[in-house]
T-cell receptor
Framework: GENVEQHPSTLSVQEGDSAVIKCTYS??????FPWYKQELGKRPQLIIDIRSNVGEKKDQRIAVTLNKTAKHFSLHITETQPEDSAVYFC??????????FGKGTRLSVIA | DAMVIQNPRYQVTQFGKPVTLSCSQTLNHNVMYWYQQKSSQAPKLLFH???????NEADTPDNFQSRRPNTSFCFLDIRSPGLGDAAMYLC?????????????FGPGTRLTVT
């Protein structure tokens, strides 16, 4: 089955700097790669997703890149703000199979 | 607004006393999921329904059962809760037709076992 590895597990950045979180997946048939943000005590919220027919997607300060050959995808947050502090999860799935989550990255943005 | 609703938001039960958590959705999605999430960990899939078809994860304990009486509702039954079952339980839905599609999470039920 699918296995998703996520790095780093914790990340601290200064406000205004960029943050990058990386994930690798094992199933070459996976075709959907969402990123979720989870604040303390709240539900995971989808912040951006990408499908395997696209190499990059951007939404304001957030971007995701996908390298199908290397089987990895990354989340990029630019101009970080304190409210970006949260746990971020990557995930992967193919077709209608359930998402397989990475273990999460705790991002701290230091003002 | 279309959404995923979970009740109750907080549940306290005693060790060994059965408890039921509920989830409802107004999205008319045909796939519903139950996840267990412990502190600082990723959500762990317990089972999911694709329409009425029940899919149990191999490592989900027998202590956990589920019912989906109709498209809108899904229940998680914990028959004999142990201290290790204290966690946040998240329900999620997705549109499984021709997927993959986004999963929408409910707000979760935080279960405490005393």
């Amino acid at each position: 089955g699918e296995n998703v590895e996520q790095h780093p597990s914790t990340l601290s950045v200064q406000e205004g700097d960029s943050a990058v979180i990386k994930c690798t997946y094992s199933d070459s048939a996976s075709n959907y790669f969402p990123w979720y943000k989870q604040e303390l005590g709240k539900r995971p919220q989808l912040i951006i997703d990408i499908r395997s027919n696209v190499g990059e997607k951007k939404d304001q300060r957030i971007a995701v890149t996908l390298n199908k050959t290397a089987k990895h995808f990354s989340l990029h947050i630019t101009e970080t703000q304190p409210e970006d502090s949260a746990v971020y999860f990557c995930a992967a799935s193919r077709g209608n199979t359930p998402l397989v989550f990475g273990k999460g990255t705790r991002l701290s943005v230091i003002a | 607004d279309a959404m995923v609703i979970q009740n109750p938001r907080y549940q306290v039960t005693q060790f060994g006393k059965p408890v039921t958590l509920s989830c409802s959705q107004t999205l008319n999605h045909n796939v519903m999921y139950w996840y267990q999430q412990k502190s600082s960990q990723a959500p762990k899939l317990l089972f999911h329904y694709y329409d009425k078809d029940f899919n149990n994860e191999a490592d989900t304990p027998d202590n956990f059962q589920s019912r989906r009486p109709n498209t809108s509702f899904c229940f998680l039954d914990i028959r004999s809760p142990g201290l290790g079952d204290a966690a946040m339980y998240l329900c999620a839905t997705s549109n499984g037709q021709g997927g993959p599609y986004e999963q929408y999470f409910g707000p979760g039920t935080r279960l405490t076992v005393t």
